[in-house]
Structure formats: C-alpha cells, structure tokens
C-alpha cells in the first residue's frame, strides 16, 4: 500500500500542472524579452550572434540529432508521370538512414506538375496520418510505421490501413498547388520518429549510440524531425525537376514547431511558413497565455530536450524566446499564421513573435512589421518579407491557410 502511494505520488507529481490556464489577455504576467541583437550590424549578427542564439535553442529547448555517423542514400521506388488524372508527376522516394548494419526508412512523396517547362518551386511538409492520408491516389503506398492512434481516421493500434487513405485531403489541397504551377513534398513524421515517449528507441533515434558522443538528455523528437526536413531538402537539390533555391518549409501545430526548427537550422528552406505552431513554436513562452512551458513538458516529454523541463514556470529565465527563433530566418520570407478560436497556440504571441523578430529583418534592410497592434481577423498582412494572418475557426490548416500562403509565395518567388 505504501508502495503504491509513492507510485501514486511520483505520478501525480509527473501530471500535475500547477497553473490555471490563462486566456485572459489582463492576466498575462509582466515579462521582459531577451534582446536579439548586440549590434545593428549584419556581420555581426551572422558571424557571432546567430550562431550563439542557435546553440542557446539546441542546448536549453530543442536538443540536437547527432546525424554525422549515419549514411544517407535515395531511392526513387515509383514515378507516376499521369497522376491525379494527368495533372501531376507523383514520385516515391525512399529515404534510407543507415549506420552499423542498420537501416531506418522513411517514404518522400512528390508531386510535381506534369509538363512544367523547367524546375518547379515547392513546399515541404511534414504530416500526421501518413503520406496516403493525402490524397486519394491508390498509388502511394500506406505507411507501415507507428501512427497515433485516431477513432476520426479508423486508425487502430497504432497500424495504417487503406481505410485512412485520402482522409487528410482537406489539410492538402495538391491539385490547387499544382494548379498553381508548384510541387508538394510531405514526409509522414511517424517514418522519422514515432510520435510517443519511447526513450528514442524508435526512428531514427534507433540508429544512434555511445559512439555517436552526445547525452541521452540532448535528443528530441522536434530535432528528429527537422533532420529529416534536411534530409528530404539534401534530395530535392538533387532532383531537376526541382527549382532548389524555391523550397518552402511548411507545418501545422508540433510540425509547425519543427518546420521553423528545421528552417532555423538550414538555411537551403528559403521560405519557412508555421501554421498554429503555438507553444514552442512562433508563440512567445513568456507570455503563458494558453499552453504553457511546464505543460508541454509535461504532456510531450519527448518533443523537447531535457533541459528545457528546468524553465518549467522559469520562463523569464529562460535565455531565449520564440521571437529569436524567427529572427535566425531573416532575411527570408516567413509566414505565421493563428487561429481565431485556436487560444491554446497563443494567436498574439504567434503575432508579437514576428512583430519583435522584425528588428533582425530591419538589419537587412527589410519594413519588418510595424505595429504590435494585430491585424483584424481573416484580413492577412504582409510585411516585405513577413507575412501573418488569423483567420476564423480552430486549430487546423485549411483551404484559406494555404490560399494566403500561395500568394506569399507568389508574391516572392514569380514577382518579376
Ligand atoms: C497539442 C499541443 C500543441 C500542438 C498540438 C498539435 O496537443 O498541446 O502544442 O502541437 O497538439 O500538434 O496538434
């Protein structure tokens, strides 16, 4: 019995989240944000203070994935030069992570409009159900890794089956991007990492060890995750049907999270768009609105790095913000965008994130945003290279979402 109360104990302290949640804008405490630049200078900035802001993420949030010792190789398995009735070129591209005798995959889906006159810019995105939950098209193949459970999707114990094929097209509007004369990329993040506390025994986690030299505490599953964004872009240079120097990052919620990770890291993603990436992502941490430090840490103990749990409630200690992890973009395009009834993501945060990361952008000669004053619901903002909007509704990424962001991208890569 005595046992079982500790056990009780220890578990409750594990669950136990000590603050209400604010959704008051009056009851968001008084913060100070770090500041981004020592200097105005651009040089600086690019030689010593990015690099230091960049450390301070992997080191106190998002970990790191120590990639060096494993090999990367592609495979085209499948191309469809009349998918989506003619419309498009579908490939398969298996990605192979291997070290020491073993090998982890993950399936890279491209769509391509057929009979484009040259290289095509495109958006690359994680997604949550699996590559065949994109589209109805019988050709691509159904994940066979770990995916969350979902009574929505009839996916059950944890296994993919052709009943979830094309469930998520709402979230893909491929045939619009094609339209559009862009290409789509997705990866399915459960090929890369599984989403669950599994000690990193799972993914690609499950090619590293000792010899790798790092600690347990550093990995995380957002670095998993970014690292096969940059993996997915170290293919798509390759590909020349690809126009390299036009690849968007993109991604909703934890992908949103990991998408302006992976953008941070790699500065090939010359446009990085977070979609409701909420605490972690574009909002600011010291703000408390919604989801908190301490509840995310909680809830997904594995997204972060170790330390991160230690600004549990501490986050004016904290010696970064989500405002410094969209300057490191500048100066390339980045789009944030909010939802209306989505109050756990923190719309103002995501907001004053941009607003405050402006200062780095205006180095570059860029407007950067103005006003910390947000913009009125569904009417969407663009800065010079910054774009946001809130639109009505919830947490999701919809028609409307992409709608402003193929314009964004219009505006920056087909503007002649
Ligand atoms: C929520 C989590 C958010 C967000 C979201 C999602 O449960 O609290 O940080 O990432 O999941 O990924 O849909």
Redesign the pocket.
Known sequence: MKFFNIALCILMAHIHVSAQVIYDEDKVPAYQLPGILESQSVSQWESDRRPELLRLFETTMYGRFPSQNITVSFEVTDTDPRALAGKAIRKNVVMSFSKGGKTVTADLLLYLPAGSSGPVPVFLGMNFYGNHTIQPDPGIPITQSFVLNSDEFNIRNNTATEASRGVRVGRWPVEQLIDRGYGLATIFYGDLDPDFDDGFQNGVHALLDKGDGFEPGELSAISAWSYGLSTAMDYLVTDTQVDAAHVAVIG????G?AALWAGALDQRFSMVISNN?????AALSRRRFG?TVE??NT??PHWFCDAFTSFNNRENELPIDQHMLLALLAPRPVYVASAEEDQ??DPRGEYLSLYHASEVYKCYGESGIGSDEMPGVNAPLRAGSMGYHIRTGA?DLTGYDWAQYLEFADYHWKRK
């Open positions: 909703h919620s934890r992908l999270k990436s909420g605490c972690g992502g989801e509840r995310i809830q997904f756990w993501a947490h």
